[in-house]
């Protein structure tokens, strides 16, 4: 029994991690359709997660305020001022690993 | 090693600072008066220039270099005031002008901006934010977050109400840009009125801006960006000061910090757009087109070498800008439609 419980303790923290992994899918999908379809107009360009979106042009300081009302608006966050800075929002991952952060601080 | 930034003798001997930026303003002032007659007659075979005079410094070089250019019965200045500019500015411009010898023609854009609906499409966008906002108030926008961690420009609009009390709000986006863009009609409506003048003239309209505003795009397409010629746009502010003192515009003029007057409280240009003092501002600019390395630049500045960091990427992203602002409209025959600047990457 013991053995049997440790596999279902097993399948539910997997299954967990399947639905943590696949809403960061979501909102990694998300984040992207954004840039993609409102800030390159659905032009085709790759879009490299790690890259630097000021870095290449793709976000300007007008850019980065319009993100910024987006990841308000579409993920219920509050940005603050001092949020506003590069290493939260200057690539796919680091505005992702950002809405993580920023959404569990406003669960607390 | 070249030492790119060696303009003078001391240059070599002095760690990188201010004096990087010292000219023989004899010397120059002939070179910018040669240029101008030559270009106004020969290049756009025009009989004289128009000038709106704000009472500010880049404005009054001009009008002054133009006038030994060009002698003053064929320099036509434009005061253009509106009810929120300021009246201690228009009365320095007319005293210049007077003292100059030049004529002038007063032309209030303040009935054409109304009926525009700049002041009215401006308010409204601030409604939105502050719903009490309305005659009585006071407001500017200032530009936060320069030196602050590697923190993202973005812009908060400070709104005084008429018993004093001051509220400070970041904009958002859709607000920020209309207020920008019907704040704007003030700089192209000017601009129209100079063009009417010109036309009528036979005359070419002088654009003022110096090099800080011109490299790094503090000027409205269409407004204050629009000119015939720009005698001082390779000036850097510094040195536009240095050089009134030299062509002696009047003190009054000289001891006044640089302000946009665009916004009804006060609102220095470093506070809106260049986040740093011009003397600062101009170091750095010259350092970034002088190949100045950052350790160089960091105390010339009074900066650490992250805030050095911060600055340089800031004015990097705003000479973007500038060319975007400054190009002509992009064709199809242009081969790369998304190059940035393909004129000025064939220079460099």
Known sequence: MDAFSDTTD??????????????????????????????????????????????????????????????????????????????????????????????KTAQQ | MTVLYAVSRDARTKPFGPHVLDIDYGAEERRIETFLSQSVARGLNRRGVVVGVSGGIDSSVCVALATRALGASRVFALLMPEKEGSDDAMERAKRLCERLGVTYAIEDIGPTLAASGAYARRDAAIRQMLPDFGPGWRHKIVISGMFDRARIPHFHLVAEAPDGIRHTMRMPTDIYLQVVAATNYKQRIRKMTEYYHAERLNYAVIGTPNKLEYDLGFFVRGGDGLADVKPIAHLYKSQVYAMAAHLGVPEEIRRQPPSTDTYTLPQSQEEFYFALPYPQADLLLYAMNNGVPAESIAPALGLDLEQVATARADFAAKKKAAHRILRDAILITDSEVGAESPQADAVQ
């Not at chain 1, 379809?37 to 490299?48: A, N």
């Open chain 1, 10 to 103: 097993e399948l539910v923290a997997t299954r967990e991690s399947d639905e943590k992994t696949a809403a960061e899918d979501d909102v990694r999908n998300k984040v992207r359709v954004y840039i993609l379809d409102s800030i390159l107009l659905g032009t085709s360009e790759k879009l490299d997660d790690g890259a630097s979106l000021l870095d290449a042009g793709i976000l300007d300081s007008t850019g980065t305020m319009e993100l910024v009302a987006y990841l308000e608006d579409a993920f219920g966050l509050t940005v603050f001022d001092q949020d506003i800075v590069a290493d939260n929002l200057d690539s796919i991952d680091r505005i992702c690993a950002f809405i993580q952060r920023a959404g």
